[in-house]
């Protein structure tokens, strides 16, 4: 690791309960423990790997604590094939050419030398999300989305940054973060990280919420549903996922339920009304088919809704 100092950024947060209030206050509901690891992160200056089920609010988290600390969101969405000029920067080779060939038409007589230093400068760089965050003077907050999705290669290229928040440019020199970022890196579990890269962040594993939680979840982010309502939907969600699916409804996809039902105008949700809305929560067509097998083999007795049976 490299013997750089890098730059003192003030806290934050001034509690883990601060934390939990502020991101209350963007209608981001966390328990205790991402409460604290946000605030730890704040403090220790470290990044945060949230590990989980696709669609449990990973993403939202980051989005969330730009929100709360006024931070502009720089995201660098991984996928197979990522590599160094799309992570961290390029050179705009065709402007460069450009210029090259400008310098000739107009018989200028200065050498190479003159040449590349001016081809090879900030205005033929093209900062791709890393480097914009190293490199930004207002606060950042760095989303590094699904970063099991990039190769080996990849991710050592993350752990090097990560590790010294600087980046080295041959032609430029080196470049030292201004600050500190928050970086949060997000995971759905289709491949093991590296122990390197693990053992630099703070670990935070997201799961489902609890059925009290997703209830307030529906209450918070769906206008108009009320608490009995909240609550089935909750209820429901909860006996579905703990059937075997290709996909489990994630909170997206539940908030998403929730507002079909209010626009449908429903109050109360029986077995008929969830299963013919099914496909807004499931996206395959055997889940589909479990999910409306349960619900019919549930039907329920007087004032009771649907998917309420004890599981």
Known sequence: MSDSVLPATEPRFGSVDDVRERLRSVDYLSDEGIAGIVYLADRL???????????????????????????????????????ESKAL???NYKKQLL???????????????????DIFSDDFLLTRP??????AEDPVVL??????????????????????????????????????????????????????????????????????????????????????LADEIARIVRSIRQLELKKAPSVSETIDWARTLVLLGVEHVDAETATSTLNILLKYQSDIAKAAKELSADQPGPGRPAGSASR
Request: proline share 4%.
């Open 130 to 135: 890393l480097l914009e965050a190293i490199r």
């Open 89 to 91: 920067y390029e050179w």
């Open 143 to 228: 989303l590094i989305d699904e970063v099991d999705r990039v190769e080996v290669e990849t991710e050592a290229l993350l752990l090097e940054i990560l590790s010294d928040y600087q980046v080295s440019i041959p032609e430029l020199g080196t470049v030292t973060a201004r600050q500190i970022p928050l970086v949060f890196l997000t995971s759905n579990n289709t491949r093991e990280l590296s122990e390197a890269l693990k053992r630099r962040c703070l670990y935070l594993h997201v799961d489902y919420p609890d059925m009290e939680r997703e209830q307030e979840i529906v209450l918070t982010k769906v206008p108009g549903v009320g608490a009995v």
């Open 45 to 83: 200056g470290k990044p945060v790997l949230v590990e989980g089920p696709a669609g449990t609010g990973k993403t939202q988290l980051a989005k969330s604590v730009a929100e709360i600390t006024g931070a502009r969101l720089i995201r660098l969405q991984c996928y197979e094939g990522l590599d």
């Open 99 to 117: 210029r090259i060939q400008a310098s000739r038409n107009t018989g200028e007589q200065s050498g190479w030398d003159d040449l590349s230093d």
